[in-house]
């Protein structure tokens, strides 16, 4: 419908609701008069008079309004097309703003996900290698006969359950994450809360002291308990290293390359380029040393099957720009004891393998490449 339509429309309805509003007025005025004749011929009868003869019928005199004269019907018309577009107006700004607040609050939810997304991308693997190394300590640790020096050398034993699942919630719970990231990590998840009674049990009689009251006649079977849950769990964690981690290590060297095609090889890029680089550099040495065969750590095999990756990651190190070279001279006395044959630190792949020595986690969420850009916020709708 046109402007023009729309005009003639409004004209039509002034006009017809100018005629309504006058018979209606024409109609009022012939009901009080019939009102006020009836009311006179009762008072006449109760005073037993005979009421005066009723008029003849004449034509109603009452005063008529005179009927809107063309001027007026179209400034009406043009007053309610004015109402109208304003109300349109209205209208077509809300909409407009709705829009608006639809667009800014998908880019603020779509950044959060991405934020939490990083997060748990950078901490998962640093996770399930901290998994690994706990285990191996537990059964290097792990004494054949029971005593108090035994229960020191031991450690906590409540660290057998990982204790940084945020990130491995995350991941389960993303839809942009493959099908098979997904569900490795639900069930690293269930492994994990599976394990963690019978854990629970060890960790509490030692560390409360019980085994003072029985001189250890628990600990065997409480320390048996604990393997079937164990094997369980090395069994998921096969599949999150075979099936889950490959994927989202992908994913982190495709968002270094998108990254580098619009900011170069910034400290964002160098970071993230080192940090999948010492990853490999963790795996290979736990894989050398036997953890992932679910062997006590032997440091010697690491050490002799990391000395020449070391050396190339540090070399690489070195073209980084100063800001992320003062970084890497934290790893200057772990890639020393690689690098040579003297008396290395018994917990040397521990070390390397660290979280808190992490050149990814420089990176942080914030600051993570390829956010998505959020608009700027819209005006309220009461405004």
């Given at each position: 419908?046109?402007?023009?339509?729309?005009?003639?429309?409004?004209?039509?309805?002034?006009?017809?609701?100018?005629?309504?509003?006058?018979?209606?007025?024409?109609?009022?005025?012939?009901?009080?008069?019939?009102?006020?004749?009836?009311?006179?011929?009762?008072?006449?009868?109760?005073?037993?008079?005979?009421?005066?003869?009723?008029?003849?019928?004449?034509?109603?005199?009452?005063?008529?309004?005179?009927?809107?004269?063309?001027?007026?019907?179209?400034?009406?018309?043009?007053?309610?097309?004015g109402?109208?577009?304003?109300?349109?107006?209205?209208?077509?700004?809300?909409?407009?703003?709705?829009?608006?607040?639809?667009?800014?609050?998908?880019?603020?939810?779509?950044?959060?996900?991405?934020?939490?997304?990083?997060?748990?991308m950078?901490?998962?693997?640093?996770c399930?290698?901290?998994?690994?190394?706990?285990?191996?300590?537990?059964?290097?640790?792990?004494?054949a006969?029971w005593?108090?020096?035994?229960?020191?050398?031991l450690?906590?034993?409540?660290?057998?359950?990982?204790?940084?699942?945020?990130?491995?919630?995350t991941?389960?719970?993303?839809?942009?994450?493959?099908?098979?990231?997904?569900d490795?990590?639900?069930?690293?998840l269930?492994?994990?809360?599976?394990?963690?009674?019978a854990?629970?049990?060890?960790?509490?009689?030692?560390?409360?002291?019980?085994?003072?009251?029985?001189?250890?006649?628990?600990?065997?079977?409480?320390?048996?308990?604990?393997?079937?849950?164990?094997?369980?769990?090395?069994?998921?964690?096969?599949?999150?290293?075979a099936?889950?981690?490959?994927?989202?290590?992908?994913?982190?060297?495709?968002l270094a390359?998108?990254?580098?095609?619009?900011a170069?090889?910034?400290?964002?890029?160098?970071?993230?380029?080192?940090?999948?680089?010492?990853?490999?550099l963790?795996?290979?040495?736990?894989?050398?040393?036997?953890?992932?065969?679910?062997r006590?750590?032997?440091?010697?095999?690491?050490?002799?099957?990391?000395r020449?990756?070391?050396?190339?990651?540090?070399?690489?190190?070195?073209?980084?720009?100063?800001?992320?070279?003062?970084?890497?001279?934290?790893?200057?006395?772990?890639?020393?004891?690689?690098?040579?044959?003297?008396?290395?630190?018994?917990?040397?792949?521990?070390?390397?393998?660290?979280?808190?020595?992490?050149?990814?986690?420089?990176v942080?969420?914030d600051?993570?490449?390829?956010?998505?850009?959020?608009?700027?916020?819209?005006?309220?709708?009461?405004?």
């Amino acid at each position: 419908m046109t402007y023009r339509d729309d005009h003639e429309a409004a004209l039509a309805r002034a006009a017809a609701l100018a005629t309504e509003v006058e018979r209606l007025e024409q109609e009022r005025d012939e009901l009080a008069a019939a009102k006020a004749t009836a009311e006179a011929e009762r008072d006449a009868a109760r005073a037993g008079r005979l009421a005066p003869p009723r008029p003849r019928a004449e034509p109603t005199t009452t005063r008529r309004r005179p009927r809107p004269r063309p001027r007026t019907i179209v400034l009406a018309a043009v007053g309610v097309a004015g109402l109208a577009v304003l109300i349109a107006a209205g209208v077509s700004r809300t909409r407009a703003i709705d829009r608006a607040w639809a667009t800014y609050e998908a880019a603020v939810d779509a950044r959060t996900a991405a934020r939490a997304r990083w997060s748990a991308m950078v901490a998962t693997e640093p996770c399930a290698r901290d998994v690994d190394l706990e285990l191996g300590m537990y059964r290097a640790r792990l004494p054949a006969t029971w005593s108090p020096e035994a229960v020191s050398a031991l450690g906590d034993v409540a660290r057998l359950v990982d204790r940084c699942r945020d990130g491995t919630k995350t991941l389960a719970a993303d839809p942009l994450m493959p099908a098979p990231v997904r569900d490795a990590m639900a069930a690293w998840l269930a492994a994990e809360d599976a394990l963690a009674p019978a854990v629970t049990a060890l960790a509490t009689y030692l560390r409360a002291g019980d085994w003072k009251e029985d001189a250890f006649a628990r600990a065997p079977a409480l320390v048996a308990a604990l393997e079937a849950p164990l094997a369980a769990r090395a069994a998921v964690l096969d599949r999150v290293h075979a099936e889950a981690l490959p994927p989202v290590r992908a994913y982190l060297a495709e968002l270094a390359r998108a990254h580098a095609e619009r900011a170069g090889h910034d400290l964002t890029w160098w970071r993230i380029e080192l940090g999948l680089e010492l990853w490999s550099l963790a795996r290979t040495a736990t894989a050398a040393g036997g953890l992932r065969a679910g062997r006590p750590l032997d440091t010697e095999a690491a050490v002799r099957a990391l000395r020449q990756p070391m050396a190339a990651w540090r070399a690489h190190g070195a073209e980084a720009p100063i800001e992320v070279r003062r970084e890497l001279r934290a790893f200057d006395w772990i890639a020393d004891a690689f690098a040579t044959d003297g008396p290395r630190p018994p917990d040397l792949v521990w070390q390397l393998c660290h979280g808190q020595l992490d050149v990814l986690r420089r990176v942080s969420a914030d600051d993570s490449p390829m956010l998505p850009v959020v608009p700027p916020r819209p005006p309220d709708r009461d405004d």
